[in-house]
T-cell receptor, first 113, second 110 residues
Framework: DAGITQSPRHKVTETGTPVTLRCHQT?????MYWYRQDPGHGLRLIHY???????DKGEVSDGYSVSRSKTEDFLLTLESATSSQTSVYFC????????????FGAGTRLSVL | GQQLNQSPQSMFIQEGEDVSMNCTSS?????WLWYKQDPGEGPVLLIA?????ELTSNGRLTAQFGITRKDSFLNISASIPSDVGIYFC??????????FGKGITLSVRP
């Protein structure tokens, strides 16, 4: 398994509260990604990072922010969680180019009540 | 933008049967990947394809990179219960970004 750890694995929170999800890798890969997975939508890219402090938006970035202060850590923050952000969140990593094979973490199941 | 089409959304087969899944696009792709996601887990890479016409096997799985570079298929032979899960295709096209299909959920009846 690629060395990717997501924490927490499960979280229940209330609408309007801030939430931070963490992705930690031990592979020293350059690229890190955050996806959300919802029934009927597959995997949708939220944000990605191509280096320390270098990040860019994906297709569903509204309501989310990210930070990457170290190569190994990529944080996803929901500033004020909404029920529409209830989802399963996956972190992925890749080496080399943007289109390279991505390796996924085990996911975080988030419920916003 | 680049899109990958996988259909149907769900497939139901009997244990022991073979199953084939397609992934199609109107755009040309340079790399095709097939992932499987077990319930409660993240997607895991099954097969990677890098050249048009390439045929690659991984155990009971076989995948091909279409000659037109606009499609790929995955074949699972002699299915077993642990083959259940969601199968995603993914590809890298002209924009150099990895695009994912929406996945096919496979159920295997014993």
């Amino acid at each position: 398994d690629a060395g990717i750890t997501q924490s927490p694995r499960h979280k229940v929170t209330e609408t309007g509260t801030p939430v931070t999800l963490r992705c930690h890798q031990t592979e020293n890969h350059r690229y890190m990604y955050w996806y959300r997975q919802d029934p009927g939508h597959g995997l949708r890219l939220i944000h990605y990072s191509y280096g320390v402090k270098d990040t860019d938006k994906g297709e569903v970035s509204d309501g989310y922010s990210v930070s990457r202060s170290k190569t190994e850590d990529f944080l996803l923050t929901l500033e004020s969680a909404t029920s529409s952000q209830t989802s399963v969140y996956f972190c992925a990593i890749s080496d080399g180019r943007m289109g390279d094979i991505q390796y996924f973490g085990a996911g975080t199941r988030l419920s916003v009540l | 933008g680049q899109q990958l089409n996988q259909s149907p959304q769900s497939m139901f087969i009997q244990e022991g049967e073979d199953v084939s899944m397609n992934c199609t696009s109107s755009s040309i792709f340079n790399t095709w990947l097939w992932y499987k996601q077990d319930p409660g887990e993240g997607p895991v890479l099954l097969i990677a394809l890098y050249k048009a016409g390439e045929l690659t096997s991984n155990g009971r799985l076989t995948a091909q990179f279409g000659i037109t570079r606009k499609d790929s298929f995955l074949n699972i032979s002699a299915s077993i219960p642990s083959d259940v899960g969601i199968y995603f295709c993914a590809g890298t096209g002209a924009n150099s970004k990895l695009t994912f299909g929406k996945g096919i959920t496979l159920s295997v009846r014993p």
